[in-house]
């Protein structure tokens, strides 16, 4: 098995490393630059994989991150955008003052004093048209009679 190599060390030393370490509150990212450091201080893969608690692989790619791009690529983290929320901002907006400002009494929703899941996915799914459960979020038609 072939030895990690820093190729690159972009003016950083183990020193310095451990500084910037100290400052990082991200856990994750931390250890990104925990792995690196402990890599430029000679250990092996597999020892910086148990080290950190992270697969071999997984250094070796931040080993790579950090020489092509030094620190600002190894805690450079590209986050995929998430799911497509249900409602709109501005049903959001009016789902949060209708809870801050009113209660299921004063619109004759129920006879409940304080909002629950079970009343806001009622009230949901009846004025948006949008059926959302902890299992399922999907639109339905809306229906007038």
Not at 48 to 53: D, G, I, P
Request: proline content about 3%; charged content about 25%.
């Amino acid at each position: 098995m072939k030895r990690l190599c820093i190729t690159n060390d972009h003016g950083w030393t183990p020193r310095t490393l451990r500084k910037q370490e100290r400052k990082i509150k991200n856990t994750l990212l931390r250890q990104r630059v925990m792995a690196v450091r402990l890599v430029m201080e000679g250990y092996l893969g597999k020892e910086v994989s148990s080290m950190v608690n992270v697969c071999r692989q997984t250094v070796s790619h931040y080993v790579s991150l950090f020489n092509e791009g030094g620190l600002e690529l190894l805690l450079h983290r590209d986050f995929a955008p998430g799911r497509e929320p249900f409602l709109t901002e501005e049903q959001q907006e009016e789902i949060k003052q209708l809870v801050l400002t009113t209660t299921p009494v004063e619109l004759g929703w129920d006879v409940a004093s304080a909002w629950n899941t079970k009343l806001l996915q009622s009230y949901v799914e009846k004025h948006f048209g949008v059926c959302i459960s902890r299992l399922v979020g999907k639109k339905t038609s809306r229906h007038f009679i």
